[in-house]
């Protein structure tokens, strides 16, 4: 069975930083991209970043670049994502996802997704 599970959410300052952390099942962590969206209230979920099943290819919404850094460790079957200079509007619930090999921005075209946890940045 595939699972994704999250960890790491909580509340942070503005200008603050968190990591996020997602712990991958063993069985797709080698051969698939692994990426992070986030859903505020009253709205769609929305990619954040990415990084390709090789972990030499990233991508970031323009919202987060400069402030987020997306990262793996296959040996650890984890993907990380560290937040730096965060702000109100990060707050949101924050997915992992997984799917086969390259990353797209697209929400619909991840296979597999874990649970949420929950990031609330205050003013």
């Known amino acids: 069975q595939v699972q994704l599970v999250e960890s790491g959410g909580g509340l942070v300052q503005a200008g603050g930083s968190l990591r996020l952390s997602c712990a991958v099942s063993?069985?797709?962590?080698?051969?698939?991209?692994m990426g992070w969206f986030r859903q505020a209230p009253g709205k769609e979920r929305d990619f954040v970043a990415g990084?390709?099943?090789?972990?030499?290819?990233?991508r970031y919404a323009d919202s987060v670049k400069d402030r987020f850094t997306i990262s793996r460790d296959n040996a650890k079957n984890t993907v990380y994502l560290q937040m730096n200079s965060l702000k109100p509007e990060d707050t949101a619930v924050y997915y992992c996802?997984?799917?086969?090999?390259?990353?797209?921005?697209?929400?619909?075209?991840?296979?597999?997704w874990g649970q949420g946890t929950q990031v609330t940045v205050s003013s």
């Open positions: 996802a997984a799917r086969p090999m390259l990353v797209v921005t697209t929400t619909g075209q991840w296979n597999y």
């Open positions: 063993r069985r797709i962590i080698g051969g698939y991209a």
């Open positions: 990084i390709d099943f090789s972990g030499k290819t990233t």
